[in-house]
């Protein structure tokens, strides 16, 4: 029996084991959502401390389920483990490691190499390997291929099969998770897309395969440069329209009417996240071999890298409305996570715009229900402040970063003596004495 069938017969009987390299935001939701289908799955991970509360059931990410964790590591579906040689136990290797950007915006592709290694050292033959980590397009055909081939001293597509599916996470969103979020599939030959369609259909609702794993990867990259885009417009849009005096949130709300030909984006401190201020920048990176300039990146990127030094100068400009400066001034900042709701500062243009404060000797304190510690860009440490009545009318002004649900907006508004809200949390609250919006 060939390799191939070997892999297929255990997936039909529900008797492989997936191995998940990288238990993070989204390797572990992954691993979850096929251990809950009673799937072995066996997490890998280099920091001892995540992979010893997998394997006691304590949760660390928010887009898990407590009970649902709980419930796959009591019934013995999901281990996780720091020892990568029992890679030689896994049927699929699915790895989900960081791949960020150097200060030169160059891809850091350390974490898939080492990943690459590991999993060619241990693997043994007839393995399916996935790489879900975002990166330029012909990672996964001209990077990982020849790494996994001679670490393993094994041929792809004859004795493994490599394949590449973008992780799509959207860490907060309530209606799509890892389940039901339709996942895009490349890989290098038939069966290797075959093989990988049947593998996360059990776990995933729909699965759409690509013709090429750099098909795939240009998905990614294509899904998030046209957000990285158009919040980069939106944010340009809303400067002018201050400058105007035209509410730019009511003009969205009324644009978005349109039932046709028209996408709401909405502005704010900047753009954060591990994905969209990334991303498109693996795309700048390999399209320089190509001798091609990305005009409209670089572009959408120089407004979003403005963006919170722009917002250092709203805040100087509303406490001038107050003959105040932001030099010894009492700033807070209010929610310093990426978006609403969730507990990752990843990107956070809330830790910019505190930067930018900080160097004009702003007198700076935050509060985030979900966020107790920070430490900025440029290294400054913060812990989060209790939010009290007293110290919203002690403090100068008020800066909201973040549009936590968790925030009392009227509270807010009736105790600061001065809010900057750059995430629209006071809208339907008209007070232009107090509130300057974005």
Same mark, same amino acid.
């Given at each position: 029996?060939?390799?191939?069938?070997?892999?297929?017969?255990?997936?039909?009987?529900?008797?492989?084991?997936?191995?998940?390299?990288?238990?993070?935001?989204?390797?572990?939701?992954?691993?979850?959502?096929?251990?809950?289908?009673?799937?072995?799955?066996?997490?890998?991970?280099?920091?001892?401390?995540?992979?010893?509360?997998?394997?006691?059931?304590?949760?660390?990410?928010?887009?898990?389920?407590?009970?649902?964790?709980?419930?796959?590591?009591?019934?013995?579906?999901?281990?996780?483990?720091?020892?990568?040689?029992?890679?030689?136990?896994?049927?699929?290797?699915?790895?989900?490691?960081?791949?960020?950007?150097?200060?030169?915006?160059?891809?850091?592709?350390?974490?898939?190499?080492?990943?690459?290694?590991?999993?060619?050292?241990?693997?043994?033959?007839?393995?399916?390997?996935?790489?879900?980590?975002?990166?330029?397009?012909?990672?996964?055909?001209?990077?990982?291929?020849?790494?996994?081939?001679?670490?393993?001293?094994?041929?792809?597509?004859?004795?493994?099969?490599?394949?590449?599916?973008?992780?799509?996470?959207?860490?907060?969103?309530?209606?799509?998770?890892?389940?039901?979020?339709?996942?895009?599939?490349?890989?290098?030959?038939?069966?290797?897309?075959?093989?990988?369609?049947?593998?996360?259909?059990?776990?995933?609702?729909?699965?759409?395969?690509?013709?090429?794993?750099?098909?795939?990867?240009?998905?990614?990259?294509?899904?998030?440069?046209?957000?990285?885009?158009?919040?980069?417009?939106?944010?340009?849009?809303?400067?002018?329209?201050?400058?105007?005096?035209?509410?730019?949130?009511?003009?969205?709300?009324?644009?978005?009417?349109?039932?046709?030909?028209?996408?709401?984006?909405?502005?704010?401190?900047?753009?954060?996240?591990?994905?969209?201020?990334?991303?498109?920048?693996?795309?700048?990176?390999?399209?320089?071999?190509?001798?091609?300039?990305?005009?409209?990146?670089?572009?959408?990127?120089?407004?979003?890298?403005?963006?919170?030094?722009?917002?250092?100068?709203?805040?100087?400009?509303?406490?001038?409305?107050?003959?105040?400066?932001?030099?010894?001034?009492?700033?807070?900042?209010?929610?310093?996570?990426?978006?609403?709701?969730?507990? *990752? =500062?990843?990107? $956070?243009?809330?830790?910019? +715009?505190?930067?930018?404060?900080?160097? @004009?000797?702003? %007198? &700076?304190?935050?509060?985030?229900?979900?966020?107790?510690?920070?430490?900025?860009?440029?290294?400054?440490?913060?812990?989060?402040?209790?939010?009290? *009545? =007293?110290?919203? $009318?002690?403090?100068?002004? +008020?800066?909201?970063?973040?549009?936590? @649900?968790?925030? %009392? &907006?009227?509270?807010?508004?009736?105790?600061?003596?001065?809010?900057?809200?750059?995430?629209?949390?006071?809208?339907?609250?008209?007070?232009?004495?107090?509130?300057?919006?974005?």
């Amino acid at each position: 029996m060939e390799f191939k069938d070997q892999l297929l017969a255990k997936i039909e009987k529900n008797e492989e084991v997936i191995g998940i390299l990288g238990l993070g935001y989204v390797g572990l939701p992954l691993a979850v959502a096929f251990a809950k289908k009673g799937l072995n799955v066996l997490g890998f991970e280099k920091t001892a401390d995540k992979a010893d509360r997998v394997n006691k059931g304590i949760n660390y990410i928010g887009d898990v389920e407590d009970d649902e964790l709980k419930y796959s590591v009591e019934k013995g579906f999901l281990k996780a483990t720091t020892d990568f040689s029992r890679i030689k136990e896994c049927d699929a290797v699915l790895i989900c490691v960081p791949t960020p950007l150097d200060k030169f915006k160059k891809p850091d592709m350390s974490y898939i190499e080492a990943s690459c290694i590991d999993t060619g050292k241990y693997m043994k033959k007839g393995t399916f390997i996935s790489l879900e980590s975002t990166t330029y397009p012909t990672t996964t055909e001209n990077f990982m291929k020849p790494i996994i081939e001679r670490e393993s001293g094994m041929v792809c597509e004859k004795e493994f099969w490599l394949a590449f599916s973008p992780e799509r996470v959207d860490p907060g969103n309530f209606t799509f998770k890892t389940e039901n979020t339709p996942k895009v599939l490349g890989g290098i030959g038939d069966d290797a897309v075959k093989i990988g369609k049947i593998l996360y259909e059990k776990a995933i609702a729909q699965v759409y395969p690509v013709s090429s794993p750099r098909v795939a990867e240009m998905v990614k990259i294509l899904e998030n440069t046209f957000r990285l885009i158009n919040i980069s417009l939106i944010n340009e849009m809303a400067l002018l329209a201050g400058k105007m005096n035209i509410d730019i949130w009511e003009v969205i709300e009324a644009a978005k009417t349109k039932p046709f030909g028209f996408t709401p984006f909405y502005p704010g401190p900047g753009i954060g996240g591990h994905c969209i201020p990334l991303d498109p920048f693996y795309l700048e990176y390999i399209a320089k071999n190509y001798n091609f300039d990305l005009t409209m990146i670089n572009t959408a990127g120089h407004i979003n890298n403005m963006q919170p030094h722009r917002m250092s100068i709203k805040i100087n400009t509303a406490l001038n409305r107050h003959k105040k400066s932001v030099n010894g001034s009492k700033i807070l900042f209010l929610g310093v996570a990426y978006k609403a709701d969730i507990n *990752d =500062e990843r990107e $956070s243009p809330a830790l910019h +715009v505190i930067d930018e404060v900080c160097k @004009k000797q702003g %007198d &700076v304190m935050y509060h985030d229900p979900y966020i107790p510690h920070i430490t900025t860009e440029e290294g400054r440490k913060f812990n989060s402040v209790e939010l009290t *009545d =007293e110290l919203l $009318s002690s403090v100068d002004c +008020v800066v909201i970063t973040t549009n936590h @649900k968790a925030f %009392d &907006v009227k509270r807010i508004v009736e105790k600061a003596k001065l809010i900057v809200d750059l995430k629209n949390l006071t809208s339907g609250i008209h007070d232009k004495e107090k509130i300057y919006k974005l």
